[in-house]
């Protein structure tokens, strides 16, 4: 693993460093903005005086760290392959390139020392799951991994009821972050109730209390989307629906599911999902800067 030298600084002097995902560059926006995305992200976290450390595979090698150009490789080279924890090894033996979704960053990001990571989405258990069986895998690696992950929620891609009672069922710890309603990305609202958290700080103390009790699972920090850019729930569930239809109809399914889900909803929308993906991305980065420096 290479770690890159302002990151393991950070590291080494136990000062607040934020991990952040890959796959979201490779499989969640289009390209050039995917980029340009990813570089603003980094900025607010660096804004907050905490240290970035975007996380990938490049060419079999796993890198804590990205530098701007690898940023931009993995933005716009062709084929890049979308990791949960299982395909590192495969990657890395390989020598492929590979973008880490939230189950493979967070397993990463602790493997380097890092507990702070941000994210827009996580995944979850999907519509039709009682069929299908997909449930992502990132809600077992949260279960897994002694991590702080901060999301807007969950697109309603998602059976959100469902993604709610499998976290509770392994045992990962979710909370509003000044809310005690689960957000659903675009909106602020779902109707599903979580226990609330009114500042970093407290994410921090209860990061503390987990520790000396030794639970060992993730706390998903659910940070809803500033409500200067929500989007209204009526229109969001028709882009929606009209995604995960489209996909019902060409049979895509698997590995493939969500990142079609994400680029059609863009599509549909006429780029505004693209433009609230944006805002609530860079307001997680910024509550996790926070949290981390609350931390120390
Ligand atoms: N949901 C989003 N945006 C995303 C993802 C999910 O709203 O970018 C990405 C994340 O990287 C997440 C992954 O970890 O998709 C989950 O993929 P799957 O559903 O195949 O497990
Ligand atoms: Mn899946």
């Not at 929620?153 to 998602?158: E, P, W, Y």
């Given at each position: 693993m290479i770690i890159r030298k302002d990151v393991l600084n950070a590291i080494k002097k136990d000062t607040p460093i934020v991990a952040l995902e890959s796959t979201i560059i490779a499989h969640g926006m289009p390209y050039p903005k995917n980029v340009e995305i990813a570089l603003e992200v980094e900025e607010e976290v660096r804004k907050e005086g905490a240290v970035p450390a975007t996380i990938a595979v490049i060419k079999g090698e796993i890198i804590v760290g990205l530098t701007r150009e690898e940023i931009e490789y993995i933005g716009k080279t062709k084929g890049v392959m979308k990791l949960s924890t299982r395909e590192i090894s495969y990657c890395v033996a390989m020598k492929k390139d590979g973008a880490t979704t939230v189950s493979a960053t967070s397993y990463l990001a602790k493997l380097a020392g890092i507990s702070v990571f941000a994210t827009g989405g996580i995944g979850g258990v999907h519509r039709g799951a009682s069929e299908t069986f997909d449930i992502s895998r990132d809600l077992d690696e949260l279960s897994q991994t002694n991590i702080i992950v901060v999301s807007a929620?969950?697109?309603?891609?998602?059976?959100l009821p469902k993604t709610l009672e499998y976290l509770e069922t392994k045992g990962v710890l979710v909370v509003g972050f000044g809310t005690d309603e689960f957000p659903a990305f675009y909106t602020r609202k779902s109707g599903l109730t979580v226990p609330k958290v009114q500042s970093e700080i407290d994410i921090a103390r209860i990061y503390t209390e987990k520790n000396k009790i030794g639970v060992k699972s993730a706390i998903l920090v659910a940070n809803p989307i500033p409500q200067e850019y929500e989007i209204e729930k009526s229109i969001v569930d028709k882009w929606i629906d009209q995604a995960v239809e489209e996909a019902d109809e060409r049979g895509i399914k698997g590995k493939a599911l969500t990142p079609f889900l994400l680029s059609r909803i863009v599509e549909i929308s006429g780029g505004k999902a693209l433009s609230a993906n944006i805002e609530l991305v860079k307001n997680n980065a910024h509550v996790a800067a926070r949290i981390a420096k609350a931390m120390h």
């Open positions: 929620g969950a697109k309603s891609i998602l059976d």
